[in-house]
């Protein structure tokens, strides 16, 4: 192996590793390793700047990043969009595939809340099922309770819930009921459907302990 | 908020979350564990962080002046 490719896959390396140089967090080897590397490039150097910059960004805390208007007018958009797709007539078969789609989802949906309902919360009965297959918006708003597995699992959590109902509906409001969980109050307009489909994405996420749908 | 914490909430809430763990002293295992993906995937989830917030930041590899530092 050449010298420049030594280098190159020193660079490299010791480059993936500023972050965590910074932050003090690196074992003796690769702190030495990436302060020697550092002395003689002025590319690390550079990038290290940007990454203290980073770290010293004043970034309001994740708690505060529910911008309830601004996902609400994110959903209205998006209804504006799909409604009109949605209305254009189909050829038959199309439109049993999109059925059929929709059905699969709800049913799969449907055992996401089986699986991760607190049984006196959810009374999973025909009606709620019928609503899970429907096109048309619950009236009852929606709550939803998440428990993460350790403070710095809710950070990363909570961004997540916060990014997903930002796709598929709206937070209005969120309370938060201990260190680790949180209990959001969902929009009207979101369908038991879209807070099954998050609840799904949730229970795959090893930092979600526990997640429940309220209905109240 | 400055710059830099703008273009930071531009980030994918992947790129966001390694960053942010990051900035809160978290090791790279340690950030590997909480979001549940391999230790490399955390470095490539940073790199392609920063090369994102140098995009939406303007800034070129190797061409920082110091008053674009202290203005971000």
């Known amino acids: 192996m050449s010298d420049d490719r030594v280098s190159g896959f020193d660079h490299h390396r010791a480059h993936a590793l500023l972050p965590w140089w910074i932050n003090g967090t690196l074992d003796a080897d690769e702190r030495s390793f990436v302060e020697q590397h550092l002395h003689g490039c002025a590319l690390c150097q550079d990038e290290s700047e940007l990454i203290r910059g980073m770290n010293e960004a004043d970034v309001p805390h994740l708690e505060t990043r529910a911008d309830v208007n601004a996902a609400l007018t994110r959903v209205f958009e998006r209804i504006d969009q799909e409604i009109p797709d949605q209305s254009v007539s189909r050829p038959a078969r199309g439109s049993n595939v999109s059925w059929l789609s929709v059905a699969a989802a709800a049913l799969l949906g449907f055992g996401a809340l089986l699986f991760l309902r607190q049984a006196p919360e959810v009374p999973l009965s025909t009606g709620e099922y019928s609503v899970l297959t429907s096109s048309s918006p619950s009236t009852n708003a929606l709550q939803l309770e998440v428990q993460f597995n350790s403070s710095a699992a809710s950070l990363v959590g909570f961004v997540h819930v916060e990014s997903k109902f930002a796709e598929q509906g709206s937070i209005t409001a969120w309370e938060k009921l201990g260190d680790m969980t949180y209990r959001y109050t969902l929009s009207a307009s979101v369908s038991p459907l879209a807070v099954s489909r998050v609840l799904e994405q949730l229970s795959v996420s090893d930092s979600v302990s526990k997640a429940a749908l309220v209905v109240e | ?72």
Request: with cysteine; charged share 25%; proline share 1%.
């Open chain 2, 1 to 72: 908020m400055s710059r830099m914490s703008a273009a930071i909430k531009h980030l994918s809430v992947d790129h966001q979350a390694v960053v942010r763990l990051t900035a809160l002293g978290h090791s790279c295992s340690e950030i590997a564990e909480i979001v549940g993906c391999p230790r490399n995937t955390v470095k490539t989830r940073m790199f392609h962080a920063r090369l994102r917030l140098r995009k939406i930041l303007g800034l070129t590899v190797g061409s920082q002046t110091k008053e674009q530092r202290d203005h971000v």
